[in-house]
């Protein structure tokens, strides 16, 4: 599966931005999605994913409650919504697509070592 992100940019402190990863090759149903972010150096982080089949999804204590994840199994699509935005939360984000099926319903992946597939990051900044 290809992943390519979008929906990135420059917001201010408390505002929004919705971002996309559209896929190819692979209908996203059939991958454990999570989307990552990076901040200069830093290492990569999980932020949130959402799992095939039952769409149960987990996010990072940091996020929690100011971002939501989704698929739109018809738009073969990604989206992270981010709400609430921080200086903080400046990085470079990734989706990325794990092809394994963990068979307890409300596991969630939080290791990017597991995700086997990225896209090339699209940049959030988050002026104070």
């Known amino acids: 599966v290809q992943l390519v992100e979008s929906g990135g940019g420059l917001v201010q402190a408390g505002g929004s931005l919705r971002l996309s990863c559209a896929a190819s090759?692979?209908?996203?149903?059939?991958?454990?999605m999570g989307w990552f972010r990076q901040a200069p150096g830093k290492e990569r982080e999980f932020v949130a994913a959402?799992?095939?089949?039952?769409?149960?999804?987990g996010y990072a204590d940091s996020v929690k409650g100011r971002f939501t994840i989704s698929r739109d199994n018809a738009k073969n699509t990604l989206y992270l919504q981010m709400n609430s935005l921080k200086p903080e939360d400046t990085a470079a984000y990734y989706c990325a697509a794990d092809p394994t099926y963990y068979y307890s319903a409300t596991y969630i992946q939080r290791s990017s070592q597991s995700y086997q597939y990225w896209g090339q990051g699209t940049l959030v900044t988050v002026s104070s």
């Open positions: 090759g692979r209908t996203l149903n059939n991958y454990h």
């Open positions: 959402i799992r095939q089949t039952n769409d149960y999804t």
